[in-house]
């Protein structure tokens, strides 16, 4: 079992940049791949980043490429979520996901935090 829980979320202008956390607890944490997805209203839950359960290999959606980085420290049970140069667009609920597989689908992911709340002002 592992608990995930968001933190970092907030209102920010475009351009700006926020750090969203996640922790996890459960002893098993390092071997699960973390994800991070998000959803905006009357929107359907979509991919953002995900990266394999040492760290060594990354994905991120193409609206995510370049502007955020995804990485984790598995001595805290933390994995961030750095966003830089924020648009009206990322505007959303974010979650951070685990799942045994790596993997930029949410079904494959098997724990889900409570989401954070990322608000870009124009």
């Known amino acids: 079992q592992v608990q995930l829980v968001e933190s970092g979320g907030g209102l920010v202008q475009t351009g700006g940049s926020l750090r969203l956390s996640c922790a996890a607890s459960?002893?098993?944490?390092?071997?699960?791949?973390m994800g991070w997805f998000r959803q905006a209203p009357g929107k359907e839950r979509e991919f953002v980043a995900a990266l394999t359960w040492l760290g060594g290999i990354t994905y991120y959606a193409d609206s995510a490429k370049g502007r955020f980085t995804i990485s984790r420290d598995n001595a805290k049970n933390t994995v961030y979520l750095q966003m830089n140069s924020l648009k009206s667009e990322d505007t959303a609920v974010y979650y951070c996901?685990?799942?045994?597989?790596?993997?930029?689908?949410?079904?494959?992911?098997?724990?889900w935090g409570q989401g954070t709340q990322v608000t870009v002002s124009s």
């Open positions: 459960g002893r098993t944490f390092i071997s699960y791949a």
């Open positions: 996901a685990a799942s045994r597989t790596s993997s930029t689908n949410y079904a494959a992911y098997d724990y």
